[in-house]
């Protein structure tokens, strides 16, 4: 009797470590770490993954590495330090930030990239918007609104990210079929608005009788449309943006800029912080890229959006 | 004096060294070969569109029966013959069909389908990721690089810009009878039916 009764003790106590060990993945902590705080999209993000991953259950942080890899590696090394045991990551530079990456998986910490990549297989998973496509829909709305013919300048983000590359190919690889369409400059003013400002203002001294300004991300968009209303040419020079930003969105209703490529971050954290629940909870097959579609905003259809997402 | 003869011999080593070790020579052999195992991606969308794009156009669903299913049940007609490489509102369908011309501008053919569907058929745009994706035959996972399926999609694109638009383009007027097939994109989340533009595969003035 006292033999059964000892080995049922002993399976009681094989199911309490059980239980304990799946209320342990309540306790673990995900890190955030995202390549900028400064720009209104990457807050959005990054507060986004947070919020769904205190919905899973799990501690969070935010870290901005102020488009710095340098302290984007110190952010690593002390997520990694401080026993986080997955990473949500906005890498600042796709080559420059592999090695932080690496360093994850070599503590057996997976890394699910957000919105920009890196170029690296070892990220677990990256869940990025599908900036060349959506580029290739906003390049023919350009060609259209522009009648196949004009000057324009393009505005490239930080030169280092795959996005700013993607978008740049997917614009032309449309918009250079039509030799009545001539970029007269093309300049890096790194996704930040003022940035753009200044850009475009040294730009319109050289170059004053453009007729569109095509900018790789929204932020970089209004920044040009400042000098441009500024130079009194905003009426004139159209401009077309990328991301879906509040105040993009404002000024496609205003008419102020044309169109826009709405990405959705929303999905992009979410999907981040959910694979990285699945994660803990055992799996392991996750796509290694996972492009999430572009929209095209004008003024026809602008009314179907919001910020950051659809309506 | 001896020391200083020393001292430059030693740096005049260690530059060498250094110098030795920041050149590097390959056969040019080796970087041509190398070169050519970089994919291929106009070689791989004439693959595609042989193999692949064009069985899967003459097995799509007729241009009549997909539009009444959009407009009757369109959460089926996503659900049944949708694809996309993207996660997200935009997906792409493969479709066929005939329809008699009602108009041509700069950038498509108007037609009327058998039960009096308006369609558009792109003849000066055709880019983007419909004729890629439309058929849900490739798989992203096959594909490290990200870029190679973007090329893989202009490649397309540029085949029937140059193989077959032009001689529709040159002869199709008001009044004919089309035989197309191809595919086009719509948004599952806000779906109008008036903008569908097919980018064809196949486009045939019937005799």
């Known amino acids: ?11 009681m106590l094989a199911f309490a470590s059980c239980q304990n060990r799946s209320g342990s993945t309540k306790q673990k902590k995900i890190a955030i770490i995202v390549s900028t705080l400064n720009n209104p999209w990457f807050v959005f993000l990054a507060q986004t993954a947070a919020a769904r991953a205190k919905t899973l259950g799990y501690e ?9 890899t340098a302290l984007e590696t110190d952010h690593f090394e002390n ?7 997955a990473i949500l990551f906005n890498p ?5 930030s592999v090695v932080n990456v690496q360093k994850a998986k070599k503590a057996g910490v997976p890394v699910f990239c957000m919105d920009r990549e890196v170029n690296s297989p070892d990220a677990t998973s990256q869940i990025f918007s599908d900036s060349y496509s959506g580029c290739v829909s906003l390049a023919k709305d350009f060609v259209q609104t522009l009648n196949k013919k004009g000057n324009y ?3 490239l983000g930080l030169v280092a990210d795959n996005n700013t590359w993607a978008r740049s190919k997917g614009f032309h690889s449309l918009v250079d079929y039509y030799p009545g369409l001539k970029m007269v400059a093309q300049q890096s003013a790194d996704f ?5 400002l200044e850009v475009m203002e040294s730009i319109l001294q050289a170059h004053p009788n453009i007729d569109a300004v095509f900018a790789g991300n929204d932020a970089m968009a209004m920044g040009a449309y400042q000098a441009l209303v500024a130079a009194g040419k905003a009426d004139h020079v159209k401009v077309f943006g990328f991301d879906g930003a509040e105040d993009a969105i404002q000024a496609i209703k205003d008419k102020k800029v044309s169109a826009t490529a709405m990405q959705f971050p929303k999905v992009i954290a979410q999907t981040a912080a959910d694979d990285a629940d699945a994660y803990f909870k055992g799996k392991r097959d996750f796509p290694k890229k996972l492009p999430v579609a572009v929209e095209l905003v004008t003024y026809d259809n602008v009314n179907d959006y919001i910020a950051y997402g659809k309506k | 004096m001896m020391k200083k003869a020393i001292k430059y011999i030693l740096a005049i080593i260690l530059v060498l060294f250094i110098a030795s070790n920041s050149i590097y020579f390959k056969k040019l052999s080796d970087v041509k070969a190398y070169a050519a195992k970089q994919f291929d991606a106009a070689k791989y969308a004439r693959n595609y569109l042989t193999t692949q794009l064009i069985p899967a156009a003459d097995k799509a669903p007729q241009a009549d029966e997909l539009l009444a299913l959009l407009k009757s049940s369109p959460d089926t007609a996503f659900k049944t013959y949708s694809h996309g490489l993207d996660i997200g509102n935009i997906r792409f369908f493969m479709v066929q069909g005939q329809g008699t011309v009602t108009a041509v501008d700069e950038n498509d053919i108007y037609i009327l389908t058998k039960n009096k569907q308006a369609l558009k058929i792109a003849i000066e745009y055709v880019f983007g990721n419909a004729l890629r ?4 035959l490739i798989n992203i996972n096959d594909f490290t690089n990200t870029m190679d399926l973007n090329n893989i999609a202009a490649e397309v694109d540029k085949i029937v810009r140059a193989e077959v638009l032009p001689p529709i ?3 199709v007027k008001t009044g004919d009878k089309l035989t197309f097939a191809g595919a086009f994109e719509l948004n599952q989340e806000h779906i109008n039916l008036d903008k569908i533009e097919v980018i064809p595969v196949v486009l045939k003035i019937d005799k």
């Open chain 2, 133 to 136: 994706d439309a058929p849900g």
């Open chain 1, 153 to 155: 300048v393009e505005l």
């Open chain 1, 60 to 68: 969070s942080k935010i870290f901005d590495s102020q488009n710095n």
């Open chain 2, 169 to 171: 383009k040159s002869k």
């Open chain 1, 92 to 96: 600042t530079d796709a080559n420059g």
């Open chain 1, 79 to 85: 997520a990694i330090a401080d026993g986080y045991n």
């Open chain 1, 192 to 196: 930040d608005r003022n940035k753009g």
């Open chain 1, 1 to 11: 009797m006292m033999k059964y009764f000892k080995i049922l003790l002993l399976v």
